[in-house]
């Protein structure tokens, strides 16, 4: 997940952008000012309403939409006939003016945002009049990777959760945004902090972790909704086994051009103790299989990011897709698609669990991940085991490449291909659909011991070319066969995810502040609309009182410096 990162007070240049760290006094207090009187029309969101997602064209109670994560909205109102008459219903100005990857959440017609530095708004989903605004305090250190983002609440009950930039989960009174209870989900000190929105599922709060860029040990971990006591956590990095089985292949089959036989030596030189400080965050939300209880999240990358002599072997589970219990949070399966990264090409976009035909031919639950490698993976929901994956949706050069002190050439760049953009499936045709981009880079590698975990640890840089164009490319897979059906390029890489509709449309946003609306069926740009600042966090849909309404944020990316602002748009037929 890197590229731009900003540092303590001051925005720092380093090898690989700016990272960041923001101090106690930057942020205001913790506080929570109200607004007009709250709708009577909220309600508590129950485990019912929750696990009945899918299907549901009023509400958005998740922050990619159902447990399986498909961003679908079944609302046809909308369709690829009249998109183009969409104007703005509303715009809600928030006070933070900084990036923006929200995916907000709409509970019978009141709208719950999120913004860099955790604020929280409720706002009227018709009108864009505030109910309420909480600011979170922030701890005296909090030190983060790409920005100071947060990408959304989970919804249960009458309590909201988020996760903090100071490594914090709070429980929010959704009626009020008054807080009812905080608690530490690891040390911020040491490298820990949370952008992800966490998901919620009988009374356990699923969320991950960021920090690893800066040697840190990953992990999922499940708390209670009702006390924040801890229920159970998976450890992305096993303290025995993390060599894995010293594979020479990438998923894809390709040569990894590894020195495992150097690195075996390494190992028995060296010991294996540095599984504290191996990496593997969880950036985002998991999905939830309710059938067979089933929580699927995808790994990040070692750390250091580039430098491998450090830490010998495969590196599980970091570049994986992961299966556990939901109960007990027990490994059940995993996949990994990089064994010992050092390009940074970890796993970031959500799984999402759909349908798709098996290697029989025959239809199967599968679970797909979109990589920065820029393919599309397709795996059995029961074993992980890789069904297919896609061509690639980018151009690919000099894989795998070895970073080099004075920097080697390979495609893709450490974005990606697939960043942690979210996917959306439209099962009916077949079709995921992914945002992409295309930024190419040299990597370089530099032998660097663990310098603590506020200190950012890469063991090199991923530098982009200059004078060497960059853009994005929303491409339309299908998932039956690996398939590219149709792709859509755009002037800037795509950051931020798609919303599919049964309307026929699937819309996504661009860093020059480009909001689009595209057929589904062939890629036709239907409708565009300027909103003035980078469209790079994931639409919405939701229905209120009969009319169906698009929301997205427009507050920029620090990652790709896009333009930044302060705004969601909201947009409807007239």
């Known amino acids: 997940m890197k590229f731009q990162k900003m540092t303590r007070i001051a925005a720092a240049l380093t090898f690989a952008g700016f990272v960041g760290n923001a101090l106690a006094g930057e942020i205001e ?20 309403l929750l696990n009945a997602s899918t299907n549901d064209k009023n509400h958005w109670l998740h922050p990619n939409g159902n447990y399986a994560q498909t961003r679908h909205a079944p609302a046809t109102q909308i369709n690829a006939g009249n998109v183009g008459k969409l104007k703005p219903a509303f715009v809600f100005q928030t006070a933070v003016m900084e990036s923006m990857e929200t995916a907000p959440l709409v509970v019978n017609g009141v709208m719950f945002l999120t913004t860099s530095y955790n604020h929280v708004y409720a706002i009227d989903a018709v009108t864009g009049e505030e109910f309420w605004h909480y600011k979170h305090k922030m701890g005296p250190v909090s030190t983060y990777c790409c920005g100071p983002n947060n990408k959304g609440v989970a919804a249960y ?85 993390h060599e894995g089985v010293w594979a020479e292949k990438d998923a894809t089959g390709r040569n990894m051009l590894r020195n495992i036989a150097k690195e075996k030596e390494l190992l028995a030189k060296n010991g294996s103790d540095f599984y504290q400080t191996l990496g593997g965050g969880v950036w985002m939300t998991p999905a939830v299989d309710t059938d067979t209880r089933t929580v699927y999240f995808v790994v990040g990358n070692p750390s250091p990011d580039l430098y491998g002599d450090i830490r010998p072997g495969d590196n599980l589970y970091t570049d994986s897709i992961v299966a556990v219990d939901l109960d007990t949070g027990a490994y059940k399966s995993h996949f990994q698609y990089i064994a010992h990264d050092v390009w940074d090409l970890d796993a970031v976009s959500p799984p999402i669990i759909t349908t798709a035909k098996g290697k029989d031919g025959k239809d199967t639950k ?209």
């Open 157 to 241: 009950g009458d309590l909201l959760f988020m996760g903090t930039l100071d490594a914090k989960l709070v429980a929010l009174d959704a009626k009020t945004g008054k807080m009812v209870w905080e608690t530490e989900i690891a040390d911020p000190e040491k490298g820990y902090s949370e952008t992800m929105a966490p998901t919620v599922i009988d009374g356990k709060v699923l969320i991950g972790t960021n920090g690893g860029e800066y040697g840190i040990r990953g992990f999922v971990k499940a708390f209670d909704a009702k006390t924040g006591n801890l229920l159970w956590t998976f450890n992305t990095i096993p303290e025995k086994g």
């Open 366 to 574: 599968v679970v797909i991940h979109g990589g920065k490698t820029g393919h599309v993976y397709v795996h059995d929901a029961k074993t992980l085991e890789l069904i297919r994956f896609s061509e690639a949706m980018i151009p690919q050069e000099n894989m795998w490449v070895l970073p080099t002190p004075e920097g080697a050439r390979m495609l893709p760049g450490a974005n990606g291909g697939v960043e942690w953009n979210p996917l959306a499936v439209n099962s009916k045709l077949r079709l995921a659909y992914a945002a992409n981009l295309h930024q190419p880079m040299t990597y370089h590698v530099e032998e660097t011991p663990y310098p603590g975990g506020d200190k950012l640890w890469l063991g090199g840089a991923f530098k982009v070319v200059p004078g060497e164009k960059q853009w994005g490319r929303l491409a339309a897979v299908n998932i039956d066969t690996g398939k590219i059906a149709w792709k859509a390029d755009t002037d800037q890489p795509l950051m931020g995810g798609v919303l599919s509709t049964a309307g026929g449309v699937v819309f996504t946003g661009e860093g020059n502040g480009m909001f689009n609306a595209y057929d589904a069926k062939n890629g036709k740009k239907l409708w565009t609309f300027n909103c003035g600042a980078g469209v790079n966090a994931p639409p919405v849909s939701y229905t209120v009182g009969g009319k169906q309404y698009i929301a997205v944020a427009a507050g920029g990316n620090t990652q790709l410096d896009f333009k930044r602002g302060n705004s969601v748009f909201v947009f409807a037929l007239p």
């Open 29 to 48: 207090n913790q506080s929570t000012s109200s607004g007009k009187p709250m709708s009577k029309s909220l309600v508590s969101v129950t485990q019912q």
